[in-house]
Structures are given as structure tokens and as C-alpha cells.
């Protein structure tokens, strides 16, 4: 579905990935983990075409978005990716059925009448209906991860990314919101990244784990595999510990 394939990237003289090669398989949730600043965002940026990097090449849907040159052919390719960043940044003066409505609104042909049956379809299916007339502000966070889902859903992308979707939540919203990853997959069935340093909460919602390290994915396997690894920094990660091959900044 992503196939990263010896991506290198730095800024300036700072080495970010050194090599990084990654295979997102179709209808599954890979998350991709790792300590703060290890450039587990970069990937992501550069998955969506944000960033570019110095060499090697990503595939989305068979597709290089890395050799894509126009915007034109880039937006194309970005048309099978949504993405939830951290805040859900809706916009705060439209109302709930309107930050859903949006993407349709702005990109797509539909009639009004079909992008009506599509929004409201859709908040339905993440029982945001009774909320469809409030205004973010007037929501709780775990209700506005929702609208942000609603709104990332209803372009139908094959490929979902989540870039740290619970960090700043209480535990129990962050649980909601792995719930609405789970729930929302087996209802639309799409292909998931998530992007996290929760571990092991986000394993909940994953099927295969990539751990990035030093600019490298260390270790690619299951949850399972994953806890049950010798691998020093992998423990170190896994327990929280603060001594360890992993350097605290
Ligand atoms: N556009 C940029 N220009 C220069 N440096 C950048 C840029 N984007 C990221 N970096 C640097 O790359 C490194 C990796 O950043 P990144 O945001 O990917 O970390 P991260 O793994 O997502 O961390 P966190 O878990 O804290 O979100 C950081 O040192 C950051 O300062
Ligand atoms: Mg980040």
C-alpha cells in the first residue's frame, strides 16, 4: 500500500533518517513508533509529499509521490491518503455538519444533495448527529477526535495516517480515541498509520509495529514480537526505563 524504500533525509548536518525502508501492507494498522524527535513525523510529512527526501523513493498505492513533480500529481497521489494530526484542527467557526462537509465542499464534484447524504451518513456512523449543529468549541476533545475522523473519512481514503492522535488527552479520552481508531476500521475498512510514543497503548489498534531508531526502523514485526524482543533500546522503550541505549535529551 506505502512502500518507503532506502529513504535518507537530513537537515542541514542533521542526519534524520538514514535509510529507512518500510512496507505499509493494504488493510492492515502499522504503527510506527520511537522516542521523541527520532523524525517519526518527517516519515510521515514525507509520506504525504510535505518534504522530500534527499534520496530514495516512497510508493503510495504504487504510485512515487517521490518523483511526483507538479502539485497537480502530488494532490493526485494524496487523494488515496487522510490524515488526523495531534489537535484535530477543525475550523472553530464552522459548525460540526460543515468542518465534515468541508473536504466535499472544497474538492469534490458531488451535488449538494449527495454530499448532504454523505455527511449526514457519516455522522451517523460516528454518532456525531445530535452534535451536527454545535460548534467545536462547544464539544468535548473526545467528540472533536471524532469530527476529525468524520472529516478525514469522508473523502474515502484508502490510507489513514494518525500522527500521535491521543498525546495531551486525560487516559480516558486517549482510550476513546483508540476505540474510534478500532471502530471506525472495521467500519470503513480502511489502511492505517499511526504515529505514536504510547507504548504499549497503541498496540491495541496495530497489527504490525516499526520501531524507528537513530535515523533506522530497528525492529518491524507484531505487538507480540515486539515485547517479547531482546533488543536493549526496544526494552528500554517498552519499560519507560531512562538508562539504556536510548539518550534522553
Ligand atoms: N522542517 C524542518 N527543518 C529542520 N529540522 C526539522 C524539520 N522538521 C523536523 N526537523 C527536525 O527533525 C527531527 C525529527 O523531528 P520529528 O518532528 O519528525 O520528530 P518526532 O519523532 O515526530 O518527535 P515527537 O514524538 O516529539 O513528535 C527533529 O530534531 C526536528 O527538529
Ligand atoms: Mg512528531
New binding site residues.
Given amino acids: 500500500m506505502i512502500s518507503v524504500r532506502n529513504v535518507h533525509k537530513s537537515?542541514?548536518s542533521?542526519v534524520?533518517l538514514e535509510d529507512v525502508s518500510l512496507e505499509i501492507e493494504p488493510g492492515r494498522t502499522t504503527a510506527i513508533v520511537?522516542?521523541?524527535?527520532?523524525?517519526?513525523?518527517?516519515?510521515?510529512?514525507l509520506i504525504m509529499g510535505i518534504?522530500a527526501p534527499d534520496s530514495g523513493e516512497i510508493l503510495v498505492c504504487g504510485e512515487n509521490i517521490t518523483q511526483a513533480r507538479s502539485e497537480q500529481q502530488k494532490n493526485a497521489i494524496r487523494s488515496s491518503l487522510g490524515v488526523l494530526f495531534q489537535s484535530a484542527a477543525l475550523f472553530d467557526s464552522l459548525t460540526i455538519y460543515e468542518n465534515v462537509a468541508f473536504p466535499l465542499v472544497e474538492k469534490s464534484k458531488l451535488s449538494r444533495r449527495e454530499i448532504h447524504r454523505r455527511v449526514v451518513e457519516m455522522l451517523e456512523s460516528l454518532s456525531l448527529l445530535p452534535h451536527a449543529f454545535n460548534y467545536p468549541e462547544e464539544i468535548s476533545m473526545g467528540m472533536r477526535k471524532r469530527v476529525g475522523m468524520a472529516r478525514s473519512l469522508i473523502t474515502k481514503p484508502k490510507v489513514l495516517l494518525f500522527?500521535?492522535p491521543n498525546?495531551g488527552l486525560d487516559p480516558l479520552v486517549g482510550q476513546e480515541v483508540y476505540d474510534l481508531i478500532s471502530e471506525s476500521r472495521q467500519k470503513w475498512g480502511f489502511t492505517g498509520v499511526v504515529?505514536s510514543?504510547e507504548l504499549p497503548e497503541v498496540f491495541q489498534v496495530s497489527d504490525r509495529v516499526a520501531m524507528?531508531l537513530n535515523g533506522r526502523i530497528i525492529l518491524e514485526g507484531t505487538p507480540d514480537e515486539i515485547c517479547s524482543s531482546s533488543n536493549e533500546a526496544v526494552q528500554q522503550f517498552l519499560n519507560g526505563k531512562v538508562d539504556g541505549p536510548i539518550k534522553i535529551h
Fill in positions: 537537515f542541514g542533521q534524520v520511537g522516542p521523541s524527535g527520532v523524525g517519526k513525523s518527517v516519515l510521515l510529512k518534504l500522527d500521535e498525546t504515529i510514543h524507528l
